[in-house]
């Protein structure tokens, strides 16, 4: 799925900004009553989370309007135009003046209409989007579960997982144009030969015939094809000499524009960034162009005050200059994929992705046609996933899911011997992972398990990820058993599985100011010492290829006993942005 563009050909209509709003707890603008006006309306800001902008709504996850009005440009007539929502969470429906025109389930993916037959071209248009974000056993990710870990742990909102449940359209939304014959999709693929770099791109287009040209360009390099479509797809390999890779510390981006041709008229136009790059796992290594790579970087979250879960441009800068500051080169997208504005980001800036679908507090206890509906919700969030970023030279990682609890999590947690674990579970992630293999084979596929996750999940996957936290949950206060136990956990995981490891979370919640000596729970010195420890853990075993920290930064999460003014407290950086004294420590060690 292309991400919007403004250029030659194709136009582009930004309607993010200040919407009418209205929360519709009793359905009252059922069937799109309320499409065609609000009755009480307020504003709010598109992106954003509405939980942050209202007091009243701060828990509230029921339905609510979002409508605006806006009009077409003359010049665009005759062409196509589509209304795309970057992130609607956690279901969406929506209507052009009055009309339905779709609907769209699981938040953090984008999504889009072909709208051209419901818009006024002589006058105003509305637009009108219904979003709520209900918790339902049956949704990925999942919420209200009568059982479990997180039903024990009683937090409010009762989501399954440990972070805020915002809700609200969280990305910008377009109205942009493409010609009636135009390009649909380009995919692009990279391999090395040498000191050559060879890019596979293949283009779709919406109808057939005419030819496609390609253009791949650096200061230095410029290579050209041009082919003919057959039916409606066009593929060609580009040769460049000398290329240069791309990689963390020499991001190099090469620029491709593709066009659409027919005759000597180009009828459409798309350009977009290429990394040439390889990603690999051999034996217990990863290999980035053909190198061992060790990935130092964090779990993070998209939150932030007032903004929520709203894509906020300068906090998106500044993380990628702190990750900089302290000599980070990766991260994951725990625990949903985050916005196209990040993953370009990463591309420029040389950062590495493990890119997730929303699928954290996965569970199998309840019945087979449950444990089915989040499976189908998973593999539609993969295959939506991969759409949108596999030309991404940052993603080299896709993770199918966070956590997910055996169905005997209890048992699992005292144990520290591998258990085997119900043959159904394992089909479920035997399923999402081949999917995720078939769509795209040129990346890695992993799974991050928690504490007692069974060895027959981390077998189906490339690299083990495992989530720890000796030391915190469990040897509270006795970080040297901790240490002890993650270290023996390390070798015994390698022994059984033989591929490279990485954990990725480890962590401790830090009240920052907070200061002991010795180092106690909560303060400053715990944190230095625990993460130090686990990195020491690490350093000391080559099949560890990464070391991801929970979190970046503090982030707000539901309300519970264990989480102090409804904030996760594991960041190296405070939610504002500001250094822990373990900020310090890592950057010392990872530029060393
Ligand atoms: C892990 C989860 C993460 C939590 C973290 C914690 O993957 O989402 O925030 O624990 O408890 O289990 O801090």
């Not at 209409?113 to 419901?118: G, N, Q, R």
């Not at 290999?287 to 903004?307: M, Y």
């Not at 030309?391 to 999590?409: L, R």
């Amino acid at each position: 799925m292309l991400y919007p563009q403004q250029n030659e050909v194709r136009n582009l209509l930004e309607l993010s900004g200040i919407w009418d709003f209205q929360p519709d707890p009793d359905g009252a603008g059922a069937e799109g009553g309320w499409a065609q006006a609000l009755p009480d309306a307020r504003p709010i800001a598109v992106p954003g989370s509405w939980n942050e902008q209202y007091s009243d709504l701060r828990d509230y996850l029921g339905l609510c309007w979002y409508r605006r009005t806006f009009c077409v440009p003359a010049a665009w007539q005759g062409s196509r135009v589509r209304l795309r929502v970057g992130s609607a969470v956690y279901h969406a429906e929506v209507w052009v003046n009055g009309q339905r025109v779709g609907a769209h389930e699981g938040g953090h993916l984008p999504f889009e209409f072909d709208v051209t037959d419901a818009l006024n071209w002589h006058d105003e248009n509305s637009v009108s989007i219904a979003v709520e974000n209900e918790l339902k056993p049956t949704r990925v990710p999942p919420g209200n579960v009568p059982s479990g870990m997180f039903a024990l742990m009683g937090s409010y909102p009762s989501a399954s997982y440990d972070f805020f449940p915002y809700a609200g359209l969280h990305r910008p939304v377009y109205l942009y144009s493409v010609p009636q014959q135009h390009i649909e999709d380009v995919t692009v693929t990279t391999e090395i030969d040498g000191s050559t770099g060879l890019v596979r791109v293949v283009v779709d287009q919406s109808g057939v015939g005419g030819s496609c040209r390609l253009h791949l360009k650096d200061s230095v390099t410029s290579v050209e094809a041009t082919v003919d479509f057959d039916g409606g797809r066009a593929e060609a390999l580009l040769r460049v000499e000398d290329a240069q890779l791309w990689a963390p510390g020499n991001p190099h981006l090469y620029e491709l524009t593709v066009s659409l041709n027919d005759g000597n008229v180009t009828v459409d136009r798309y350009r977009l960034d290429v990394g040439i790059r390889t990603i690999a796992v051999q034996g217990d290594q990863i290999l980035l162009n053909g190198e061992p790579i060790f990935l130092k970087g964090f779990g993070r979250h998209e939150d932030f005050a007032i903004s929520g879960r709203g894509l906020n441009l300068p906090l998106l800068v500044k993380d990628y200059s702190l990750l900089k500051w302290i000599g980070a080169n990766s991260y994951r997208t725990s625990h949903y994929p985050y916005s196209e504005e990040e993953m370009c980001m990463a591309d420029r800036e040389g950062i590495l992705i493990i890119d997730e679908i929303p699928a954290v507090g996965l569970f199998f206890e309840d019945d087979d046609a449950g444990i089915q509906t989040r499976l189908d919700l998973c593999k539609t969030q993969m295959r939506e996933l991969v759409a949108r970023d596999k030309n991404h030279p940052s993603v080299i990682m896709w993770s199918v899911a966070n956590e997910p609890f055996p169905p005997d999590m209890m048992k699992r947690f005292a144990s520290h011997e591998p258990m085997p674990v119900d043959p159904k579970t394992t089909d479920f992630f035997d399923e999402l992972i081949s999917l995720t293999r078939e769509l795209d084979p040129s990346r890695l596929v992993t799974l991050v398990g928690v504490h007692g996750s069974p060895n027959e999940w981390h077998e189906l996957t490339d690299v083990v990820c495992i989530n720890r936290y000796y030391g915190w949950y469990s040897q509270s206060g006795q970080l040297d058993e901790g240490l002890k136990l993650i270290s023996a956990e390390l070798d015994a995981l390698h022994a059984a599985l033989g591929k490279p490891i990485m954990v990725t979370e480890f962590g401790a919640d830090t009240i920052p100011g907070s200061h002991a000596e010795p180092a106690e729970m909560w303060t400053e010195e715990y944190q230095v010492l625990m993460i130090s420890g686990y990195l020491d853990a690490a350093d000391a075993r080559p099949f560890v290829a990464g070391m991801h920290i929970w979190n970046f930064a503090d982030f707000k999460t539901g309300q519970g006993n264990r989480r102090v003014n409804g904030y996760n407290y594991k960041g190296v950086f405070t939610r504002d942005r500001r250094p822990k004294m373990v900020a310090h420590v890592l950057r010392k060690r990872w530029n060393a």
